[in-house]
């Protein structure tokens, strides 16, 4: 693959990361409510809870910032474990499983870009990542399975919220002047899950162009701190339009072709 592609995908799962971590960081700023039911997971009552919030919070935006001026291979990693852990306690507090699942694209996106770099070891956790580094077809076969794997989950994970008739898209449908919001919810619930097989089983690149802005127009609706909601959703926007960039190359897209035989 060329390497001012490889480049594209690198600064876009780096910017993803970063945006994944400064959008969940604000939350914690402002000390969001429903945290709590996942801090008690742990033994935290409120009290404390509100106290360690901001704290977490302005760490996370610390690593974001940093992430974006200086890509330490650390903090990709922290992501997809931090991630990883923070999407667990939804299902583990009582929320339902899709909400864990949805958020596959805060831990595919910095995981995408730690294979990208050619994965860690004990010499490299603590180095910076180049984006100048020359990427092997292997490796870019790893990066591409990645992406497409996270991006059946995301989009699996918000169709079958709408199909369980999530309170939130349900009004978000209703104040978009949508007469039966169950309706809309379901019907968009199963275009999610489709277009999600469809990624996984045959990514054609101007249809994940389409589902990118798609997913970049569907989560401004947030009712409540658009934009933040917005920001923290980026390993969502990031997996997309990294994956659009694999496939957009015409060498690349025959060596994939090729791969499905």
Not at 3 to 32: E, S
Request: include cysteine; charged fraction near 10%; charge should be positive.
């Amino acid at each position: 693959m060329p390497n001012t592609t490889t480049q594209k995908i690198h600064y876009t799962l780096r910017i993803a990361t970063a945006c994944c971590f400064i959008g969940h960081g604000i939350f914690g700023v402002i000390t969001k409510v429903i945290w709590c039911n996942y801090f008690a997971l742990f033994g935290i009552g409120n009290a404390v809870a509100y106290k360690l919030m901001p704290l977490l919070g302005s760490f996370d935006i610390l690593l974001g910032l940093t992430m974006l001026i200086l890509p330490l291979r650390i903090i990709p990693v922290w992501l997809v474990i931090w991630g990883f852990i923070t999407a667990l306690c939804r299902p583990l507090s009582g929320e339902p499983l899709a909400e864990f699942i949805e958020r596959a694209g805060n831990v595919g996106a910095p995981l995408a870009l730690i294979i990208l770099s050619g994965g860690i070891n004990k010499t490299n956790l603590f180095g910076s990542i180049n984006p100048e580094t020359a990427v092997g077809e292997l490796t870019i076969y790893k990066v591409f399975y990645c992406l497409k794997i996270t991006a059946f989950l995301f989009l699996v994970g918000h169709g079958w919220l709408n199909l369980l008739l999530k309170k939130s898209l349900l009004s978000q449908y209703l104040s978009l002047g949508f007469e039966n919001p169950i309706k809309t919810a379901a019907a968009l619930g199963l275009y999610e899950i489709i277009s999600a097989l469809a990624v996984l089983l045959m990514p054609v690149r101007l249809f994940v162009f389409v589902l990118f802005l798609w997913k970049l127009a569907t989560e401004l609706l947030y009712p409540h701190l658009v934009f933040f909601e917005w920001l923290e959703r980026a390993g969502s926007y990031g997996v997309l339009l990294a994956l659009w960039f694999i496939l957009k190359s015409p060498v690349q897209k025959e060596q994939i072709t090729i791969s499905y035989r």
